[in-house]
C-alpha cells in the first residue's frame, strides 16, 4: 500500500502566500504523474497543478502564474507554492500521485487525505 501524507493549508489574507507538500510512502516501484486537486464547499473537485516524472507541468487557468507546482523524486515528495493568493482558491487541497508499485504491476492513482486552505478577504 502507499500513503500520501499532505502538509501545508492554513488560513491566509487575500495576497498572501502557502506551500503545500505532499510525501508518498509505502512500496512503490516508481512513481508518474503527481499532482493537486482541490474542491470547494458545493463543487467538484477540480485539477489545479500536475507534474510528470520528467518535470512537466500542467495548471488549471485560474492559477496559472500564482501557483508553481514541483517535485522531488528523491523525497517522493509533490510540492504546490501558492502566491497571490484569492478568495476563490479557499477548499480542501488534495495530492495524487500515479504509482506503479512493482515492475510489472499497472499503475494505481493513491490520494491523499486533504488538507484544508483558507483565504480570506
Known amino acids: 500500500q502507499v500513503q500520501l501524507v499532505e502538509s501545508g493549508g492554513g488560513l491566509v489574507q487575500a495576497g498572501g502566500s502557502l506551500r503545500l507538500s505532499c510525501a508518498a510512502s509505502?512500496?512503490?516501484?516508481?512513481?508518474?504523474?503527481m499532482g493537486w486537486y482541490r474542491q470547494a464547499p458545493g463543487k467538484q473537485r477540480e485539477l489545479v497543478a500536475a507534474?510528470?516524472?520528467?518535470?512537466?507541468?500542467n495548471y488549471a487557468d485560474s492559477v496559472k502564474g500564482r501557483f508553481t507546482i514541483s517535485r522531488d523524486n528523491a523525497k517522493n515528495t509533490v510540492y504546490l507554492q501558492m502566491n497571490s493568493l484569492k478568495p476563490e482558491d479557499t477548499g480542501v487541497y488534495y495530492c495524487?500521485?500515479?504509482?506503479?508499485?512493482?515492475?510489472?504491476?499497472?499503475?494505481?492513482?493513491?490520494w491523499g487525505q486533504g488538507t484544508q486552505v483558507t483565504v480570506s478577504s
Open positions: 495524487n500521485a500515479n504509482v506503479r508499485e512493482k515492475f510489472f504491476s499497472a499503475p494505481v492513482t493513491y
Open positions: 509505502g512500496r512503490m516501484f516508481s512513481i508518474n504523474a
Open positions: 507534474i510528470t516524472s520528467g518535470g512537466s507541468t
